[in-house]
């Protein structure tokens, strides 16, 4: 889709006053690949955070499930019968493991649906610039007059998005860290979050 953008872009530059008809198909060719695009980013989005809500399960009912437990035993005095008092304190474990469990997963449902907010917006102003492009395309004299303008204004608006890799590894830091027994995750999740929206900004 690059190779199609600059031709097109390359072609408003030069362009004289007659536009052929094939420039503003390809246009529309941009407009349905950015379509395609945004919903497969949508997909991969969806995907990625279903995978570390997977990673957190698998965290919480392994290694964190055993510090726990670890702690819980060390603070047990000395000849307390531990497993005669196991249908009380398997609830409280439970609790306690579960609340960790669901704050973790609570900050990454929150992050999916402020990075879906973060593509979409992304999505209309791309779609919104490649509609621009196509009607002034089609309506030669104008491009003739502001071609350089346009080219500036649209390559600019084209530089969007999100790096995928850079999302993972924010994410990854934040599990990291809120994996951590007694970590505080409602500032973990703030700080995530803000570094989230920081990424769009780079």
Do not use: H
């Not at 990075?115 to 979409?120: F, P, R, S, Y």
């Not at 790096?163 to 951590?180: K, P, R, V, Y």
């Amino acid at each position: 889709m690059k190779q199609i953008l600059y031709v097109l872009l390359a072609l408003i530059v030069t362009s004289c006053a007659s536009i052929p008809k094939e420039s503003v198909n390809l246009m529309e060719v941009v407009i349905i690949q950015n379509q395609k695009a945004y919903d497969l980013n949508v997909v991969l989005i969806n995907k990625l955070y279903k995978a570390k809500k997977e990673d957190v399960d698998i965290f919480i009912d392994g290694d964190y499930t055993s510090e726990i437990w670890k702690q819980f035993k060390a603070l047990i005095p000395a000849g307390v019968d531990i497993q005669s008092n196991m249908s009380s304190i398997i609830p409280s474990l439970s609790k306690q493991i579960n609340v960790q469990r669901n704050e973790m997963k609570s900050v990454l449902e929150t992050a999916r649906l402020e990075t879906q907010e973060i593509i979409l917006k992304d999505f209309k102003i791309q779609s919104e610039a490649s509609k621009e492009v196509k009607n002034l395309l089609i309506s030669a004299s104008k491009v003739n007059e502001n071609r350089l303008q346009i080219l500036q204004d649209y390559s600019n608006r084209f530089k969007l998005g999100l790096d995928i890799n850079e999302l993972e590894l924010s994410i990854d830091g934040f599990l990291n860290s809120a994996g951590n027994a007694g970590a505080d995750i409602e500032k973990l999740g703030q700080e995530f979050l803000t570094k989230l929206n920081q990424l769009k900004k780079k």
